[in-house]
């Protein structure tokens, strides 16, 4: 790759000056994120454009971020009721919220570009909870077909355009958007054959939920990077005035 | 004049030619298909949402059941996004192992495709010839991990174990004679790496045996030039990888052009399509069984020189050895923390893609900083390439579908996850 990632991101937000809300990279990779209305034109350009060239759309996922920075468990100082508090579920919980001031859905594309052999990671968040709403890139890229059609089965997202927006992964007639966070991990029906009315019926789920490890959050130091070189740095100071 | 209309026909998902449990609803006109609706989902577990709910290290179990004719990819995808998040990077031994054994799950993945589309479009005998080599592939996964499919091998930060230094044999038994005894434990007397490089040696023989079987053979041709061409551009458009996006002439591996592992020492060629029919894809992968017995033949090679360690010792990330645990406090608690919370993994999001047997397998991982994946979404090959069916298969006769859905080298539990 002749151009670092660096310079690209520094390329791509000169060309898409006033269309991106934020640029970012990361772990070697680039992301940026895209209000909903210029998507598409963003999308467009993406592909068309000769210096860019982002020709396969590899990837098209949707996130939902209700409790993104939530933990079960609190990590950081010593409790007395320990692991069942994790255990006991929403009424016992501790919030933790980093949770960005973001909209709660969004769809996340990963695009590659064959003749530059490049990656780009565009998100574009939904505005609407409660119906959220996106354009289609199915024009753009044909591959867009089914992952939109399955980012609306799994999180409810609408794809404006999109001809023929079906589910796809879930069960025919299956009520609800199950990759939600607020979908429980069992499913909300369950099947067995009824031999009295010799069929197979439909039945509210009989099993408790629970948790085998409750999800903490921990802030090892060894990845805070600032953190570390401040610490450094305090120490340093401390102790050249000697 | 009767009134002719098209009528809709189901195949599947209990038809054996359809790899699983894949419903095509076809609308036909005479014998032509006007229009492929693919049902998939009926295998959908809900993998990623598993994911959400388990401590990183307990998932690399269900990433073997995703694409189960080539496990130990889909886990080598997984532990390459929590490595870079986690930013550490496996010893080299490890990453030679890695790319062994990804060699020889690209031999089984690629035996099983062409045992099936091959008994699929009705040559029988392949069928019986590759499962002979599978079965010495996947005592190779057994010799590693106790496991012949689901392995749980690798681990972020390497992998499990070393590799044994004893190939287990075959036991007397009354079912078979001391001279077949003996022929079947001929090549297990040494380590695991004499066997794979005895294997190797072996094998360039046994692709020519298909070859002879198919690649001139008058039946084989009819059933596959010329059926589902895919332009380089429409290839472009529906986002294909692997050796579908190979088979229509464009030279794209992940392992030249983004070289994971060790990828960028060894030495091998990427074969190319020219008309993107079938046959073109079944000569590419012919051709990469034929590089992958390469690389695996160098891997071998390195893997004799160069011992060592097999797995980063960072325990915070990977369990420290059962006889440190037993004598050091400092082990134990970090066993003991390892195996009942699991490691967290920093804020961030990253994608790790590997060239899979199949085309791009991707993870894409969302942390929020805690000892479970906030958001897991796998990008398989498969899905993307059934997705194309439709258009692939537009015009053609219902017997080429079979066809069709055999070159797109698809396993259901990697479409619907």
């Known amino acids: ?242 | 004049m009767p009134e002719i209309r098209n009528f809709t026909m189901n195949f599947g998902p209990q038809h054996p030619a359809a790899h699983g449990v894949l419903r095509l609803v076809l609308e036909m006109d005479g014998e032509v298909i006007v229009r492929a609706d693919p049902h998939i989902g009926l295998l959908h577990r809900a993998t990623e949402k598993l994911a959400e709910s388990k401590p990183y290290n307990q998932s690399i179990g269900y990433m073997d059941r995703l694409d189960y004719m080539s496990m130990m990819c889909n886990e080598h995808a997984y532990v390459l996004a929590i490595e870079r998040l986690l930013g550490v990077e496996p010893p080299l031994r490890a990453q030679y192992i890695r790319v062994m054994f990804d060699e020889i799950t690209r031999l089984l993945n690629h035996l099983m495709w062409l045992a099936t589309h091959a008994i699929d479009v009705g040559a029988m005998t392949v069928f019986l010839y590759c499962f002979r080599e599978r079965e010495d592939l996947f005592d190779c996964y057994e010799a590693v991990s106790g496991a012949r499919m689901h392995t749980s091998y690798y681990r972020p930060g390497g992998v499990y174990r070393d590799l044994p230094d004893r190939m287990p044999q075959h036991h007397p038994s009354q079912w078979r004679s001391a001279r077949d005894l003996k022929r079947m434990n001929r090549a297990r007397q040494g380590s695991l790496l004499d066997f794979i490089e005895d294997f190797t040696e072996r094998f360039p023989g046994y692709i020519d045996e298909y070859e002879t079987l198919l690649t001139d053979n008058r039946i084989w041709k009819q059933r596959t030039v010329g059926i589902g061409v895919v332009s380089p551009e429409r290839a472009r458009q529906l986002a294909f990888t692997g050796p579908m996006l190979r088979g229509s002439g464009i030279e794209w591996d992940l392992r030249k052009k983004q070289p994971y592992e060790v990828y960028d020492r060894v030495d091998f060629d990427i074969p190319v399509g020219v008309n993107g029919d079938c046959y073109d894809r079944y000569l590419v992968r012919v051709e990469e069984m034929r590089q992958s017995n390469r690389i695996v033949r160098q891997c071998v090679d390195w893997l004799r020189r160069n011992p060592g360690p097999v797995v980063l010792q960072d325990h915070k990330v990977t369990p420290p050895p059962r006889e440190e645990m037993k004598a050091d406090m400092e082990a134990l608690i970090h066993h003991f923390k390892l195996f009942t919370e699991g490691f967290c993994i920093p804020e961030g999001e990253a994608y790790a893609a590997i060239e899979h047997p199949k085309g791009e397998f991707g993870i894409y991982l969302v942390s929020d900083g805690a000892n479970k994946p906030y958001r897991l979404k796998i990008r398989p090959p498969a899905f993307v390439h059934l997705g194309a069916l439709d258009e692939m298969g537009r015009g053609h006769m219902l017997a080429d579908c079979v066809a069709l859905i055999g070159t797109l080298d698809i396993v259901f539990g990697d479409v619907d996850r």
């Open chain 1, 1 to 242: 790759m002749a151009e670092t990632i660096e310079t690209f991101a520094q390329r791509l937000q000169e060309r898409l000056e006033g269309f991106l809300e934020t640029c970012t990279v990361a772990h070697g990779e680039c992301t940026i994120e895209v209000p909903p209305a210029r998507l598409l034109e963003v999308c467009t350009a993406l592909h068309e454009e000769a210096e860019l060239g982002f020709d396969e759309l590899i990837d098209l996922c949707g996130v939902d971020y209700a409790k993104y920075g939530e933990a079960e468990w609190v990590a950081g100082e010593a409790t007395d009721r320990g692991f069942s508090r994790g255990v006991r579920g929403p009424g016992e919980r501790l919030h933790e919220t980093s949770r960005p001031e973001t909209p709660r859905f969004a769809a996340v594309y990963h695009l590659l570009s064959l003749p530059h052999n490049r990656r780009l990671r565009v998100r574009a968040y939904a505005a609407d909870e409660d119906f959220p709403v996106l354009p289609s890139v199915m024009g753009v890229w044909n591959s867009a077909n089914w992952f939109e059609r399955e980012a609306f089965d799994l999180f409810g997202i609408i794809f404006e355009g999109h001809p023929d927006l079906r589910r796809i992964l879930t069960d025919y007639g299956f009520v609800g958007h199950p990759f939600r966070k607020d979908f429980p991990l069992g499913g909300t029906v369950e099947v067995r054959y009824d031999p009295e009315r010799g069929r197979v019926v439909y039945e509210p789920v009989s099993m408790q939920p629970r948790v085998l490890v409750p999800r903490v959050i921990r802030h090892d130091h060894r990845y805070e990077v600032d953190r570390v070189d401040e610490r450094k740095e305090d120490r340093e100071s401390a102790t050249t005035p000697r």
